[in-house]
């Protein structure tokens, strides 16, 4: 997989501004990312893409195949919500365009229901 290096002033802002809003997101806006997530379906591919977002991510063992986090049981939490919306996917596709994400996001009327609660009655789906 090939990642970007050369990227633009314009790109590296965007990617400074996703990540300042995904730490506020994940610190203050809580149930916006149980939402979002309710809406997430996929699985990780495994590309790294997302450790590579403004900078490589130190814990990241690129020389396994494909790529891993050494410290998966204990990884901050920004990085276990990630992607929180498509928003994140957008900055993800900058570092690696070729090698899609394993996540896409359903349409909101689409999300499923939080458990105990009805379908209109405010819920707001489950978290992973």
Known sequence: MALRTDLTATERMRLGWGRLRRMYLA???RAYVRESLARRVG?????GACCHLMFTCPILDVKSEPVRCRIQAHKPSVCKLFPIDERDLRDRDIISPDAPCGFSFLPPEEAPARPGKAAGDGGTGGSR
């Open 43 to 47: 699985d990780c591919n495994r590309t």
């Open 27 to 29: 610190t203050f806006r």
